[in-house]
């Protein structure tokens, strides 16, 4: 009978600890100690509990109730607070879950894949330019980031894996490198605290980090590779584990760096990128927050689809609403996919969310971008938006442009800036009636065209968007 008790009693204390993890409430690891929440929004803050188990959030002098569904889940909004802190965060049910030094600021979602994952320590064998003055610089309670743990799915996941910490040299070093800089340099310029949310897989496509609604109704082609083994490349499959898992967590904003693993096909990846972006938009529900991404630098020796990639990206900024593209044709590296010139990347989006999102008027967020051509007396005459002052060549001579006839073929041409900077004038001896113009039509090339703010332009095509999908790099 001793030995009978004593399994019944094993079944009991089992039975009640089951019950008792079951009640426990439980919020996702979006949240935790050190986390930044959105300054002036209505955060959501949700989680788990026993069915119909009451909730009490509280946050600086603020309480709101909930009560679990019959799932077990519950949500709440915040009201809207000022930036400051730092705060306790009081979540409590039938247990109490209690997050210290939570700020209120800026929080901005970095993303994409290598490029974007890359830490600022650098990666074995690949180094970041500065990378130890500026970790040994770091030190800023101001600055807070997260990085989520990379995991594939088949299906929307509502959990994921990371851990908020402060900015400092012993944590910077494995955060990226280009959301450090951006959020740095917008924590310099706005003063009040800034949340980094690092959500990357290097060498994956956008299809990944695409829900599958979109892939269902607008990219069947994916289809067939989702009924395969799932990996890091198959359509939905880091949206379900890694994106999904974060919504609705309050942000300001998107930073994006990826499209080398699109470069197969641009003319989809055209159609693809603004698809992604306006359902991450509308999974969140906060409007269409701003999206600043980076066009992928210059690569390799006449890589196929390279600048297709550049052209698919430079049409998703000129057509779709609320997103930046920062151009980086000035700090390309040949032999490595990686550049290490991280910094100015992270500044460049951050030039971005300054002037757009945050109105800083007199930040150029842009190099120039082309606007229009006219023909006069043989020669092409072309002009450029987001070159205020004018254009220029930094002192290096004008190079890679083209000029093309009526007959589409293009011929290395000569350029020269005239009109006081204003109009960049481009011909060749090969070419009477230039009918097209390009520039940077090769995987990789080193810019020579700028603004007077030192922004490089864009790689372009005087042509349309169906005639340039159909060139070859």
């Known amino acids: 009978m001793n030995y009978l008790n004593k399994v019944l009693t094993l079944i009991m204390v089992l039975s009640i600890s089951t019950i008792s993890l079951y009640a426990d409430v439980k919020l996702p690891s979006i949240f935790g100690s050190h986390m930044v929440l959105q300054q002036n929004h209505r955060n959501p803050i949700w989680g788990t509990a026993k069915k119909s188990e009451k909730i009490s959030i509280s946050i600086a002098n603020q309480t709101h ?14 009201d809207a607070l000022k930036a400051g802190g730092p705060y ?22 970095c993303t994409g894949q290598s490029n974007m994952a890359m830490k600022l320590q650098g990666n074995p064998g690949q180094h970041i330019e500065g ?28 959990e994921c894996k990371g851990n908020w910490t402060q900015c400092n040299p012993e944590t910077v070093g494995n955060f990226s490198a280009v959301g450090y800089h951006f959020g740095s340099l917008l924590q310099k310029q706005l003063g009040v605290p800034i949340g980094l949310i690092s959500s990357n ?62 470069r197969w096909d641009p003319e989809q990846y055209s159609r693809l990128f603004p698809s992604m972006i306006k359902s991450w938009r509308d999974n969140w529900a906060q409007g269409d927050f701003p999206f600043y991404f ?33 151009c980086i044709n000035d700090l390309g590296a040949q032999k490595c996919i990686h550049p290490p010139r991280k910094k100015e990347v992270g500044q460049r989006l951050a030039f971005w969310a300054l002037s757009k999102t945050y109105d800083k008027d007199y930040i150029i967020p842009s190099g120039p971008i082309y606007k229009s051509m006219e023909v006069t007396e043989g020669k092409a005459m072309l002009s450029f938006n987001h070159a205020p002052i004018g254009i220029t060549s930094m002192g290096k001579p004008l190079s890679n ?9 293009f011929h290395p041409a ?60």
């Open 65 to 78: 109730k909930a009560i679990a569904d019959k799932n077990g889940k519950w949500q709440v909004k915040l």
């Open 201 to 262: 897989v290097g060498g994956t496509p956008a299809q990944a980090w695409t829900p599958n609604n979109i892939i269902e109704t607008e990219f069947h082609e994916f289809k067939t590779d989702m009924q395969k083994e799932y990996t890091q490349k198959t359509a939905t499959a880091l949206y379900n584990g890694m994106i999904n898992p974060l919504i609705p967590y309050g942000i300001k904003g998107t930073i994006w760096y990826q499209g080398e693993g699109n």
């Open 88 to 109: 306790q965060l009081i979540v409590k049910g039938n247990n109490t879950i209690t997050f210290e030094d939570v700020l209120v600021g800026e929080v901005w979602l």
């Open 131 to 158: 990378s130890q003055e500026t970790i040994m610089n770091s030190s800023n309670s101001q600055i807070r980031f997260i990085t989520i743990e990379r995991a594939v799915s088949e299906t929307p996941l509502t």
């Open 401 to 409: 442009f083209e000029v093309a006839g009526a007959d589409g073929v």
């Open 414 to 473: 000569q350029a020269k800036i005239v009109k006081r900077g204003t109009v960049l004038q481009v011909w060749s001896k090969d070419v009477s009636k230039p009918t097209s113009v390009r520039y940077g039509w090769n995987s990789y090339f080193e810019g020579s065209l700028y603004n007077t703010a030192g922004l490089p332009a864009s790689s372009f095509c005087t042509d349309d968007w169906d005639t340039i999908f159909k060139m070859e790099n």
């Open 294 to 326: 980076v066009q992928i630098a210059p690569y390799g020796y006449n890589v196929k689809g390279w600048v297709g990639v550049q052209q698919a990206q430079l049409k998703t900024m000129l057509t779709f609403e609320n997103t930046g593209m920062a």
